[in-house]
T-cell receptor, first 111, second 118 residues
């Protein structure tokens, strides 16, 4: 079945460091790919998405590129801030509209 | 646009009581609503999918008599945890999706409800 695997955390970075959170997927067909962010005590917020191969999603300095050849959708940000501290979930939506989430990666950015 | 609300945001109840959680789409009509459960430091687990006016479809392993889902209108779905027990304590998140070719034809997530059963 479809699934998402993302790197386990927690990840701790200093402010202005470069961030990469790896995400790979297994799917039949052509899924859409998402990154969601969850701040402490809150629900999920869509961070960015890509709906087809080679698409790049971007928002708030974060970006991820849909790589079909490597079945990956790695999240990157060039310079993280303390306010980026949160849990990040990679997810795919299959052609039947079912979502599959990764286990989440906790990010802590220290000043 | 695409705002989904949940009420209450937090609830504490005694073991054996029932708790109702509401999920509303505030600015669009949601033909489909989804209920997820999130365990501490774990991912989201889809519990059930509901379409307006019809019975919910539950995922394997989810007790439909314990987690009652009603999707009575295009903007409201409710999840009732019946005879709650401490192991039902969790973070429950709903999502709502509009239909057809509208820009709301994807899942938009609510802020979640923290349930604590004493």
């Amino acid at each position: 079945g479809d699934s998402v695997t993302q790197m386990e955390g927690p990840v701790t970075l200093s402010e202005e460091a470069f961030l990469t959170i790896n995400c790979t997927y297994t799917a039949t067909g052509y899924p859409s790919l998402f990154w969601y962010v969850q701040y402490p005590g809150e629900g999920l917020q869509l961070l960015l998405k890509a709906t087809k191969a080679d698409d790049k999603g971007s928002n708030k300095g974060f970006e991820a590129t849909y790589r079909k050849e490597t079945t990956s959708f790695h999240l990157e940000k060039g310079s993280v801030q303390v306010s980026d501290s949160a849990v990040y979930f990679c997810a795919l939506r299959d052609t039947g509209n079912q979502f599959y989430f990764g286990t989440g990666t906790s990010l802590t950015v220290i000043p | 646009g695409a705002v989904v609300s949940q009420h209450p945001s937090r609830v504490i109840c005694k073991s054996g009581t029932s708790v109702k959680i509401e999920c509303r789409s505030l600015d669009f009509q949601a033909t489909t609503m989804f209920w997820y459960r999130q365990f501490p430091k774990k991912s989201l687990m889809l519990m059930a999918t509901s379409n307006e006016g019809s019975k919910a479809t539950y995922e394997q392993g989810v007790e439909k008599d314990k987690f009652l889902i009603n999707h009575a209108s295009l903007t409201l779905s409710t999840l009732t945890v019946t005879s709650a027990h401490p192991e039902d304590s969790s973070f429950y998140i709903c999502s709502a999706q509009g239909g057809g070719s509208s820009r709301f034809n994807e899942q938009f997530f609510g802020p979640g409800t923290r349930l604590t059963v004493l």
